[in-house]
């Protein structure tokens, strides 16, 4: 059985250090004459005190206790866990992007507005969009912004429309950032194909709806292939048409969401530009727009002039600003380092071979699994274990099981339209061994919950914890260590 | 073979074997259902061509090279983003592809080291600000300030926030934003000599008042005189929302201290490098009736099956995944890494570095604001009392001496005059433990010699 690791507050000793500072070189005045006791901490300021080799240990230890792409197959579905080049670190970390501040003067930082102008340049046309903005610092914030442009758009005419509408498949990030947009959200469910009903569609639609916001390839894996139609009716409404970036791994090269008549697209370079995940952040989700929403966008904007390269500020029917400055610049040099490394041949080979991959082990997967939508599927698919629930072994189970092979789980319950959804993205970036390691896994799983289903609800067992009480950490929430217990 | 190839694994005959695996004749009729009329051709994107990792190196390696950096000037610049030292062991850690690989801790099992790092993490903000929750991080410092306004008005069922114009201007553009796209409304504080006007605080507040946002030190590096404040927004039934500098909070009042309800800020100059104003990581904690208002992602204590301590992410019903339209906020991805670079700061520099830090802020920022005001036609802006910045009347505009300095491989400090029309020609100047005596002289040299 393994050991709890320790908090760093339950390790060191008063007075050990991990630090080291220079004297202080200019004459010291009394600290009460700068700061009089008033304004003064009172509370005694208790943090870790541990030499730097504890610290050290201390976060190894965390890390080994940890799965990263880097680990093993991380088949998480919509989050599109590929593999995140070495490059990437290295570029993001050269002094001259690291160590810039934001409010240093135009002509001292050309090289970092060269590099967002020619990002910008190959999103637009990875895309299909006019102009793309990076402030917004993930995806959901990248909805949230395009939320607000379509409310800036729609208010500029003087058209006050309520409604969103999404798929009952959306991403929950969907629903939540229209409403923060001020917007009511209505649900267009999906048909047997697992598509976008489009007779629900259209009866939904009318000149109150501001705008859909459409996944493609949805969150079932699956592309819309009636988008064209989707598109005119959206738009023969007044209504305008947002993309949600999550799912453009497997079309990039193929399609471009502007051809399809989408007006707003967000991304997220840390899924489909191989910036890494970094444990739940930083991403980035630069959001695209077509020519009649540019000049909506966030200030500033980088534009080319004849002297060089310089901030556009001067948009006055902006919707402002989303990010202090200009987004997660440090994700987007990473995710122009993989733009730079892949060129339009790699980026359409990376697709092929994501949609490759998925299509092989839903095949083999769909023999021992329910697949509710069995249908070409794009990078990935979604299988029920509503078969094996019936043995009373659930999707969470066969998760944790799955831990015990040493594969991250697919996403579990999502999409919401499917029972028992295990949602597999195995991305491009693996092997065709580890594809058939990991259906053997599953395939074992399913005989197990026919054969001995008590292994399966009683797993993990080899992990450093066992399953944990997810019940009893929301009802007596602990968020913060007390010494006193 | 140039190009990013070597990052996927499939070989042409391991493509043909798995396409008659499946049944399918060619990689083309994997995307049969793409209707032909948005069917890129082969060479449809209009990309450079792929190179070889050398050759990006070198090409961004350039692109860098144009760009003047802190490590080879000093830089003047605060305003939101701070040039603090980093300890090596801090990129060491955040560096270890275990952590910076993986995503979200959903599965908690193999997660444990995040979600610990993450519970540590908010331990630390909470013991920092006197809070008793924290969330696992925001975008930056600005969204940070936002959601703690909207979740305001959630909690006080209101819809108007008061915000200081001694708070950033970024800060209140972001806010502006986030709120009118719900229909809140935000009200602005004036100035009284470069902070928040008390007489008129108590004025505009009333029964529609969410909350006061305040930002602690504020814009001109000035100690907001907090006394009083908490009682006469409370006596309203407003919150108190402050966006503070989490290395002051070593020699200065923990929020808390002065009842504080909500403390965000900017925690970048924890450990993380300014790159160009993003990465950033925004902090959040509150009081813990506000628990529930929380946005983001909150890990939690727990036990697993054999009684063994282990971490979750808990509350999740706040989150826009499970509640969708009526989640406290629709974040998902956060800044998480940014937030583990902030806690093995935190610890390697323990109390006593922490308060060291902020001692030579204070120290190194006096030096300077004497020096600098004691040359001709540099007027103190405000006086008060400040803690890592100041600003400073100049007798000829921002941008010029910014200029001037540039030359003389120094980085000016930031403009205020377009934020501030009312100071004219005006500059914030940032002074961290990161310069020494030798920059700060050469620094007053400098604007000696300009004009």
Redesign the interface.
């Given at each position: 059985?393994s050991k709890?690791?320790a908090?760093?507050?339950e390790l060191?000793a008063p007075?050990?250090?991990?630090?080291s500072?220079?004297q202080?070189?200019?004459?010291?005045?009394p600290?009460d004459e700068?700061?009089?006791a008033?304004?003064?901490?009172?509370?005694?300021?208790?943090?870790?005190?541990?030499s730097?080799g504890e610290?050290?240990r201390?976060?190894?230890a965390?890390?080994?206790?940890?799965?990263?792409?880097?680990?093993g197959f991380?088949p998480?579905g919509s989050?599109t866990?590929?593999?995140?080049?070495k490059?990437n670190?290295?570029?993001?970390?050269?002094?001259?992007?690291?160590?810039?501040?934001?409010?240093?003067?135009a002509?001292?930082?050309?090289?970092?507005m060269?590099?967002l102008h020619r990002a910008e340049l190959?999103i637009n046309?990875?895309t299909g969009m006019d102009r793309t903005t990076f402030q917004p610092?993930?995806?959901?914030?990248g909805?949230?912004t395009g939320?607000?442009l379509i409310?800036a758009y729609h208010q500029s005419k003087n058209d006050q429309r309520k409604i969103v509408l999404a798929p009952d498949s959306s991403?929950?990030?969907n629903?939540?950032?229209?409403?923060?947009?001020?917007y009511d959200?209505k649900e267009i469910p999906s048909d047997k194909r697992g598509l976008v009903d489009l007779e629900a569609l259209r009866e939904a639609l009318s000149e109150d709806v501001a705008a859909l916001m459409l996944t493609n390839p949805n969150t079932l894996g699956l592309?819309e292939?009636d988008?064209?139609e989707i598109a005119t009716a959206v738009h023969d409404v007044g209504g305008l048409l947002y993309y949600d970036g999550a799912n453009l791994n497997a079309?990039m090269?193929?399609?471009?969401p502007g051809?399809?008549g989408f007006d707003v697209v967000h991304l997220?370079l840390?899924k489909t530009f191989?910036t890494?995940?970094?444990?739940?952040?930083?991403?980035s989700?630069p959001v695209g727009v077509k020519k009649h929403l540019a000049p909506f966008l966030?200030v500033p904007l980088v534009e080319r002039g004849e002297n060089g390269f310089y901030w556009k500020d001067d948009l006055p029917q902006s919707?402002?600003?989303?990010?202090?400055?200009?987004?997660?610049?440090?994700?987007v040099?990473k995710a122009?380092?993989?733009?730079?490394?892949?060129?339009?041949?790699?980026?359409?080979?990376?697709a092929?071979?994501a949609?490759?991959?998925a299509?092989?082990l839903m095949?083999?997967l769909k023999k021992s699994y329910d697949l509710p939508y069995d249908r070409?599927c794009k990078h990935e698919f979604v299988i029920s274990a509503r078969k094996q629930k019936k043995k009373g072994v659930s999707a969470a189970d066969i998760?944790?099981a799955l831990?015990d092979y040493g594969f991250?789980?697919p996403?579990v319950y999502?999409p919401l339209i499917v029972e028992e959804a295990l949602m597999v993205e195995p991305t491009?970036?693996?092997?065709?061994e580890t594809l058939d390691r990991f259906a053997e896994a599953l395939e074992e799983i399913a005989r197990l919950t026919e054969e001995k289903p008590e292994r399966i609800t009683s797993a993990?067992h080899t992990?450093?914890?066992?399953?944990?009480?997810?019940v009893?950490?929301?009802r007596n929430?602990?968020?913060?260590?007390r010494s006193d217990g | 073979m140039s190009?990013?190839?070597h990052?996927?694994?499939?070989t042409d005959a391991?493509?043909r074997?798995?396409?008659a695996?499946?049944d399918?004749s060619s990689?083309e009729q994997?995307?049969?259902?793409?209707?032909p009329?948005?069917?890129?051709k082969?060479?449809?994107?209009?990309?450079?061509?792929?190179?070889s990792?050398m050759e990006?190196?070198s090409?961004?390696?350039?692109?860098?090279?144009?760009?003047?950096?802190?490590?080879?000037y000093p830089?003047y610049?605060g305003?939101?983003?701070y040039?603090h030292?980093i300890?090596s062991?801090v990129?060491?850690?955040t560096?270890?592809?275990?952590?910076?690989?993986?995503?979200?801790?959903?599965?908690?099992?193999?997660?444990?080291?995040?979600l610990?790092?993450?519970?540590?993490y908010?331990?630390?903000i909470?013991?920092?600000t006197?809070m008793?929750?924290?969330n696992?991080?925001l975008?930056?410092?600005?969204?940070a300030l936002a959601e703690a306004a909207?979740a305001s008005c959630g909690a006080t069922r209101r819809d108007r926030v008061l915000v200081s114009r001694a708070v950033?201007p970024?800060?209140r553009?972001?806010l502006?934003?986030?709120m009118?796209?719900?229909?809140f409304g935000v009200e602005e504080i004036p100035l009284a000599e470069g902070k928040t006007d008390h007489a008129k605080l108590e004025t505009m507040l009333n029964q529609n008042t969410a909350a006061l946002l305040l930002q602690q030190p504020n814009i001109f590096g000035l100690?907001e005189d907090m006394?009083g404040v908490a009682e006469v927004v409370h006596r309203y039934g407003a919150l108190l929302v402050i966006s503070a500098d989490p290395i002051s909070?070593?020699?200065?009042?923990?929020p808390?201290?002065y009842g504080a309800d909500i403390v965000t800020g900017?925690g970048q100059n924890l450990g993380n490098?300014?790159?160009?104003?993003?990465?950033?990581l925004g902090f959040f904690a509150a009081r813990k009736k506000l628990?529930r208002r929380i946005p983001g992602?909150?890990?939690?204590?727990?036990?697993?099956?054999?009684g063994?301590?282990?971490?979750?992410l808990?509350?999740?019903?706040r989150?826009?995944?499970?509640?969708?339209?009526?989640?406290t906020?629709?974040?998902?991805?956060?800044?998480?890494?940014?937030a583990?670079a902030a806690?093995?700061y935190?610890?390697?520099?323990?109390?006593?570095?922490?308060?060291?830090?902020a001692?030579?802020c204070?120290?190194?920022s006096?030096?300077a604001r004497k020096n600098i005001t004691a040359i001709k036609g540099f007027e103190q802006a405000f006086t008060g009392?400040h803690f890592k910045e100041f600003a400073v009347k100049l007798p000829g505009s921002a941008?010029d001496l910014?200029?001037y300095l540039?030359e003389h491989k120094i980085?000016g400090g930031?403009?205020l005059e377009p934020h501030y029309p009312e100071l004219g020609p005006a500059m914030l100047f940032c002074v961290t433990?990161t310069k020494?005596?030798e920059q700060?002289d050469g620094l007053v040299e400098a604007l000696e010699g300009w004009l």
């Open positions: 059985m709890e690791q908090l760093l507050f060191g007075g050990r250090r991990g630090y500072l220079p202080l070189d200019v004459p010291e005045e600290v700068l700061l009089p008033r304004m003064q901490r009172k509370t005694r300021l208790d943090l870790p005190e541990v730097e610290l050290v201390h976060y190894t965390l890390s080994t206790r940890n799965h990263g792409v880097d680990s991380y998480l989050c866990m590929k593999y995140n080049p490059i670190e290295e570029t993001a970390r050269l002094p001259g992007f690291a160590f810039i501040h934001p409010c240093q003067p002509e001292s930082i050309q090289g970092a060269e590099m190959y046309e990875v610092a993930a995806g959901a914030h909805e949230l939320m607000m409310r991403h929950g990030t629903p939540a950032s229209a409403a923060m947009a001020g959200i592309f292939e988008i064209l079309i090269g193929h399609a471009r051809d399809m997220n840390h191989s890494p995940h970094g444990g739940g952040g930083p991403g989700g966030p919707i402002g600003k989303v990010q202090g400055f200009y987004g997660n610049f440090g994700v040099v122009y380092t993989y733009l730079m490394m892949m060129g339009a041949a790699g980026l359409r080979q990376a092929e071979d949609v490759l991959n299509n092989y095949q083999r070409l998760a944790k831990l991250h789980p996403t999502f491009e970036t693996e092997s065709k993990p992990t450093p914890v066992r399953r944990l009480d997810e009893k950490a929301a929430p602990s968020v913060c260590y | 190009g990013g190839r990052y996927l694994p499939l391991e493509r074997e798995m396409l695996a499946i399918a990689v994997l995307f049969d259902e793409l209707p009329a948005i069917r890129l082969k060479d449809g994107l209009k990309l450079p061509p792929p190179l990792e990006v190196l090409h961004l390696g350039s692109l860098a090279a144009k760009n003047r950096h802190l490590r080879e830089c610049l305003a939101g983003v040039d030292f300890p062991v990129q060491h850690i560096g270890r592809s275990e952590f910076y690989t993986a995503y979200t801790p959903y599965q908690a099992e193999i997660s444990q080291g995040v610990q790092s993450i519970f540590e908010q331990t630390m909470c013991r920092l006197g008793e929750a924290s696992a991080s975008y930056d410092g600005a969204t909207v950033n970024y800060y553009q972001v502006q934003s986030y009118e796209a719900r229909n100690l006394d909070l070593a020699l200065c009042r923990a808390a201290e900017e490098p300014p790159s160009f104003g993003g990465p950033l628990l992602r909150i890990a939690g204590e727990t036990k697993d099956r054999e063994r301590r282990g971490f979750v808990t509350l999740q019903t989150e826009q995944h499970i509640r969708r339209e009526r989640a906020s629709n974040i998902c991805s956060n800044q998480a890494l940014n583990l806690a093995v935190l610890a390697a520099l323990g109390p006593a570095g922490l308060r060291e830090v001692g030579h204070l120290q190194k006096v030096y009392v941008k910014n200029r540039l980085i930031f403009d433990e020494t005596r700060l």
